[in-house]
């Protein structure tokens, strides 16, 4: 059933988004590509598309997120995604992976500034997703981890959401069982602290 998920995601995000709309480009990992959930339309992104329609935004959502994937991984792929899609928008949640594999933290930020780079130079904006690290990673790893997201929001002049997993990760009726990921409870949370810092971006 997870394999199922994971390639009906894929396939969704290998189709090209209506001209007529502008497009916004979530390319994530697991958090945004709802692994876990018995459904697609449970995850925080199809909420996001389902509150853009109500509220008269015309913007389509793609989602090219990859569950597993690294900053190295989403480095590699992005160059497709920008030219197959062509998005006003780009938001980025990448990161928790080389964490939770305890990659060097200096070799995340570069891949995340080519990635908001590469972004920028396709014409769009972007928006980025901060994670943190567990503390029995130890508090040098931890703290120049998270330093990476808003350092990279400021010199980049990006908007930042500082920990997307706010409010969720230390709530086990929001998670599931492997204490990674948010179950179908916690997906609104998700989408709460997206919208606030994605709204200003938006045009009706």
Sequence with gaps: MKRLLVLLILVWAALPASAESPVILVFGDSISAGFGLSRVEEGWVALLQAKLNAQGYGYHVVNASVSG???????ARLPRALNLHH?????????????????????MRDNLARMIGLSKAAGAQVMLLGMRMPPNYGPEYTDSFSRVYSGLAHEERVPLVPFLMSGIALSPALMQADGIHPNQSGQPTLLDNVWPVLQPVLRR
């Design 87 to 107: 998005p006003q928008i780009v938001v980025l949640e990448l990161g928790g992976n080389d964490g939770l594999r305890a990659l060097p933290v200096a070799q």
């Design 69 to 75: 994937e690294t900053t190295a991984g989403g480095l």
